[in-house]
């Protein structure tokens, strides 16, 4: 039957005015045998419309192969579908909307493009905002009918998922990351939607073999192209979304973001790219395209929210950077920007080492990994795999935060257990490292509040998906409101009763997009002017380049960060850390050693980075204060784990152990195969030993209990009827032979 054989889509369903602006994508999606034999054509009355076929898969045998015609610039009426082995022909003709030039409903996009998360939000006719969906008549990918899920996946990994909502499998925000073919030429012609799109599978599913999947986009500025693609694909989605709903294109408003500690240069290549996406998609109206800075936006938003303008602080913590807006009197006093963020806490710091990973990572993912196999939720147990194999710290504390709202573990009712916050919060070891992190980030807005004159603000509100990790500090918001004001009152010499912190903005990656679709609302024209740097703790930078930094400035900034630990001591003595926050005396001794052992080092290492992305003659746009805080954090949380795990031996860093993916074989024996086919995973203790676990399917494991656990296990629970399969206890092997293990010490499994 040719519905199961082969799968058809496209977007959008349009009929465009004017066939100079049109812009579709059609794919045919088969087996890998059966591409070679399928084809597809597009038609405008009658006449052959010309389109290479652009084809994702060219490797991977076992996987569905997915061609795409990306066509601009004409119309198309039909497309033909043609089997090669009979000769076969047959004909889509698509019911397609005609375009509203004019007239139609105007639509107001405002798209957060973050280091880690992207998010669109849109207004449409000025009703309030929304998280951007397709569902209903703007579903984004228009299908002959629901496909065998082999082909559905697909579609979702090649090009974009039909159906994008809150509570859908895909929603937004999602992680900016982009997938493309292993065999992607960047030197030729690169459709978005085509060659590459924006990875909704990514974490959520694993990955195809012949695909690949970049991150870092924003900051990668060796391989600009990658965040184009991505920008351009997300107004091909804004694009169709209007057109698809009546909207008329020459009245669509966008708006984007940008951190102030982006350089000049970085800052307009991306305002050139923008720019001349909104002219390809929307029209020349140049006038209806603006940024906001990503300081000034969520502040737009709390005002507009809380109806409070005086007196405030916004903070918006992202992955990559964190972006500060301090008003008093009403207006915007300060503006600030960093590159101190989320990852931070979960990165490796400055040590350039290869198979390295940071130690929370490392303590926590045992009890992600037991919560994921007790469920038997395999698929993400090897999403992990393949994150913790790459040794990417960063990406796998983003895949943790996620599965609290990923679709299989709320099916699974665990969303509660598989909640990264509340693990967090719940742990008190390595507790000190967010105190911190948080406290170094409250601490220096202080410091140029102290230098602008101004009071202690009346509240502190928090933006931006790295803002969650505020809640991981206390579940009680006065213990959080307390510490926040001792900062504040010691560095200011202040003292204020009424005084709120408010961390708690339901999902914090929105409120930037909120700010900017407020109506009336209009970018700083003069930023600069706002923008605060700080040289020191006392006053700010002027234009100085890096290659001006002098050794005196070097000695300040190291003084800056010991005062900021005198500092937490001191609140320490009167706010005890013990009773508020769990945390160890033996660990609060560390301020006074770990944390200042090697402040001067990574300094220079920050400014060393700095200065090989952009050169030393570039502005300085941020301030030196968190440069060695950042290697200082990734060493803290490196001795935490390694004293909990009794390293002993002067190791430095963690590193991720490497896995050996088992089947057995034979009696006692197991043998290597890949993760795909694997029932157990060995972690290796040395070259020639190591202990394993069950990690396979566990259903096809019930059904063959004997030949699967058999001299390999021993097994406790109802072998009968059980459903879930627990890892009680790890089984030991040794390597007999290559490519062989034999089992010394069984594992305990138990079925329930």
């Given amino acids: ?97 005609k375009e509203q030039v004019a007239g139609g409903d105007q639509f107001s996009f405002a798209v957060d493009f973050g280091t880690t998360n992207t998010h669109i939000a849109y207004r449409r006719n000025g009703r309030p905002e929304h998280s951007f969906d397709t569902d209903g008549v703007d579903v984004a990918l228009q299908k002959l009918c629901m496909y065998p899920t082999e082909i559905e996946y697909a579609l979702d990994a090649d090009i974009i998922p039909s159906k994008i909502d809150k509570g859908a499998v895909f929603s937004f925000p999602m992680r900016t990351a982009l997938t493309q073919s292993k065999s992607i030429d960047w030197n030729q012609q690169v459709s978005a939607l085509a060659h590459v799109n924006p990875a909704f599978t990514f974490e959520k599913r694993r990955p195809f073999e012949y695909n690949d999947t970049k991150t870092n986009l924003k900051w990668d500025t060796a391989n600009p192209e990658r965040a184009r693609a991505y920008i351009e694909s997300l107004f091909i989605m804004m694009r169709n979304k209007v057109l698809l709903n009546g909207g008329t294109l020459s009245d669509t408003k966008v708006s984007w973001f940008y951190p102030t500690s982006m350089t000049q240069y970085v800052r307009s290549q991306f305002a050139n790219e923008w720019g001349e996406c909104y002219a390809k998609y929307f029209g020349s109206q140049s006038e209806n395209l603006q940024c906001f800075t990503e300081s000034e936006a969520p502040y737009n938003a709390y005002r507009a929210q809380h109806g409070v303008s005086d007196n405030v602080v916004t903070i918006d913590i992202g992955g990559g950077t964190t972006d500060v807006v301090i008003v008093s009197g009403g207006q915007i006093q300060a ?104 406290s170094a980030i409250i601490y220096h807005i202080a410091t140029i509040m102290k230098m602008k004159g101004l009071k202690l603000p009346r509240a502190i509100s928090f933006s931006g998906n790295g803002s969650k990790t505020v809640n991981t500090i206390t579940a009680n918001a006065a213990v959080l409101t307390t510490l926040t004001k001792h900062i504040f009152e010691h560095v200011l010499g202040q003292n204020k009763e009424s005084f709120t912190v408010n961390s708690s903005l339901g999902n914090p990656k929105e409120q930037t997009c909120i700010g900017g679709l407020q109506d009336n609302v209009k970018p700083e024209e003069d930023v600069k002017a706002l923008l605060v740097v700080m040289r020191n703790a006392t006053s700010p930078w002027g234009d100085v380049q890096y290659a001006d930094i002098s050794q005196d400035d070097r000695k300040n900034a190291v003084a800056d960060v010991n005062s900021f630990l005198d500092m937490m001591k001191a609140i320490d003595k009167k706010f005890s850390f013990t009773d508020n926050f769990g945390i160890k005396k033996d660990t609060i001794g560390l301020l006074d050693t770990t944390c200042r052992a090697d402040l001067e080092s990574f300094l220079n290492k920050g400014i060393a980075e700095q200065t090989a992305a952009g050169g030393e003659n570039q502005e300085v746009q941020e301030t030196l ?29 963690a590193t991720v152990e490497q896995y050996v993916y088992l089947k057995k074989y034979n009696k006692d024996l197991m043998k290597e195969v890949s993760r795909s086919d694997a029932q157990y995973r060995l972690t290796r203790e040395s070259d020639d030993a190591g202990t394993f676990e069950f990690c396979g399917d566990i259903e096809t494991a019930i059904a063959n209990i004997d030949s699967t656990f058999d001299d390999i296990c021993d097994l406790s629970g109802d072998r009968f009827h059980g459903t879930s399969i627990k890892n009680v206890q790890k089984g030991v092997a040794q390597l007999a032979q290559e490519g062989l293990w034999q089992v010394t010490k069984k594992a305990n499994i138990n079925i329930k």
């Avoid at 349009?14 to 059966?34: G, H, K």
């Avoid at 983003?398 to 916050?421: A, M, P, T």
């Avoid at 949380?637 to 860093?653: A, F, P």
């Fill in 625 to 653: 204060f968190f440069y060695p805080i950042r290697g200082m954090l990734a060493i803290l949380t490196t001795e935490i784990y390694n004293k909990l795990h009794g390293i002993q031996d002067g190791t430095v860093y």
């Fill in 1 to 97: 039957n040719i519905d199961d054989s082969i799968g058809f889509a496209m977007t959008p369903a349009i009929t465009f005015a004017d066939e100079q602006s049109a812009v579709y994508r059609f794919a045919l999606v088969s087996s890998f045998p059966l591409a070679n034999v399928f084809s597809f054509a597009a038609y405008n009355h009658g006449k052959p419309v010309s389109s290479p076929v652009i084809r994702r898969n060219d490797r991977a045998n076992k996987n569905e192969v997915t061609q795409i015609l990306a066509i601009e610039g004409s119309n198309v009426d039909v497309i033909q579908i043609k089997d090669s082995a009979t000769g076969a022909c047959g004909m889509v003709v698509p019911r397609m909307l």
């Fill in 335 to 438: 503006i600030t920007s960093f590159r101190f963020a989320a990852d931070v806490l979960f990165g490796t710091g400055y040590t350039g080492v290869q198979g390295q990973t940071n130690g929370m990572i490392l303590h926590f993912k045992d009890t992600i990994y037991q919560l994921l196999d007790s469920n038997g939720l395999t698929g993400l147990h090897g999403i992990l795999d393949d994150i913790l194999n790459e040794n990417k710290s960063e990406e796998a504390a983003s895949f943790f935060f996620s599965l609290r709202d990923n679709i299989e573990v709320k099916g699974k009712h665990i969303e509660s257990k598989l909640d990264f916050n509340k693990i967090l919060q719940n742990d008190t070891e390595f507790k000190i490292v967010v105190v911190l992190f948080y």
